[in-house]
């Protein structure tokens, strides 16, 4: 079994991306510092697979303690990149948190992948590098606008240090994944968000208010212009998303050429609008929500949804979960949550 990094493999889409490369035919080794995960998550996973997963406890900004551990695993194969903060409105009020850690960590492995000689990295990007786009529907070759958050701005400036080492003729080859909103959960209910203190996404926000945990959910802005006023977001399942990360693990892997860097976008090409997620959410759950309409939330953008033909056809990959199995998912998550009081 060929050894995969996945940093950040206890969070919500690491987590969920390790069970996939397990099942995929990889060893997944797991590198987290639990800042923004739970420890427990890694146990979670393993009765999931019914074995158990290395964790490496490291912080990706101790470059020396990332090489001495990594350095004991032998031969690696590849890296999926995920550890950064993701919270749009904290990184507005908060930016220099967000320079720091997302940029050096990324700069730390990829340091290590040269020094190494670990061949293939998987980038975690983001639809928010396409900034406020000039169309709602974006495909990888769409204009790459001011970001309109720190959060978003690390992702760019990330993609550019990649680009740079690439163009360096570094014999690293890259998959840049720009993908957009994740929801959902394992359909074990075992792992899924697990956001600490407030949520900063729309999901567990409403699963929370479902659950009596938040009094209310605030839609931010009903006077963007869309066909109901509120923001539009391409919703993909995590575990969809997950199986992309193996995909592009496995084309990187089959690719001849070293030097090499590509983007996808990574949704169901598909937008739904907060009021379409909540109504659905109710339908599906038989729950009805407490919501009001708030201010727009700084660093938001109206409306965007992915054209996902490119990972379609050449990473033969394509969603199969829909926003109401998203929606059933993180119902069920929750309430396990509820149930085990965590």
């Not at 987590?15 to 146990?43: A, M, R, W």
């Not at 840049?176 to 949520?199: C, K, M, Q, V």
């Not at 907060?274 to 708030?294: A, D, P, Q």
């Amino acid at each position: 079994m060929q050894k995969i990094i996945v940093t950040g493999g206890a969070g919500f889409i690491g987590s969920h991306t390790v069970v996939e490369l397990y099942k995929g035919g990889f060893q997944p080794v797991i590198i987290d510092n639990f800042v923004n995960s739970e420890k427990s998550v890694c146990q979670r996973i393993n009765t999931i697979l019914n074995d158990e997963i290395e964790v490496l406890e490291i912080d990706c900004n101790d470059y020396s303690e990332l090489k001495r551990k990594t350095a004991e695993l032998g031969e690696i194969f590849g890296i999926i990149h995920f550890a950064a903060y993701k919270a749009v409105g904290e990184s507005v009020k908060e930016p220099l948190k967000y320079y720091q850690n997302n940029l050096l960590s990324l700069i730390n492995l990829l340091r290590l992948s040269e020094e190494l000689q670990i061949k293939n990295f998987v980038f975690s990007s983001s639809c928010t590098v396409y900034g406020q786009p000039n169309a709602i529907a974006v495909d990888e070759s769409a204009a790459i606008l001011p970001a309109e958050s720190p959060y978003g701005n690390t992702k760019q400036v990330g993609e550019e240090i990649i680009r740079d080492l690439v163009r360096s003729k570094s014999p690293v080859k890259f998959a840049s994944l720009r993908y957009f909103n994740p929801i959902g959960a394992h359909d074990s209910s075992l792992i899924g968000e697990l956001p600490i203190g407030i949520p900063n996404n729309l999901v567990p926000f409403i699963t929370q208010t479902a659950a009596g945990i938040r009094k209310e959910l605030i839609i931010f802005g009903d006077d963007y212009p869309t066909a109901d006023g509120t923001n539009i977001r391409d919703y993909i399942h995590v575990v969809d998303l997950a199986k992309a990360h193996v995909k592009a693990i496995e084309y990187l892997l089959k690719l001849k050429e070293e030097c090499y860097l590509d983007y996808f976008n990574l949704g169901t090409g598909k937008g739904s609008s907060v009021l379409e997620v909540v109504k659905t959410f109710e339908k599906v759950n038989g729950i009805k929500l407490n919501y009001k309409i708030g201010s727009r939330r700084e660093g938001d953008v109206a409306a965007i949804y992915a054209i996902v033909d490119k990972a379609n056809k050449e990473l033969d990959w394509n969603t199969e979960k829909t926003l109401a199995d998203g929606l059933r998912d993180a119902w069920n998550w929750q309430k396990t949550l509820m149930d085990e009081n965590i």
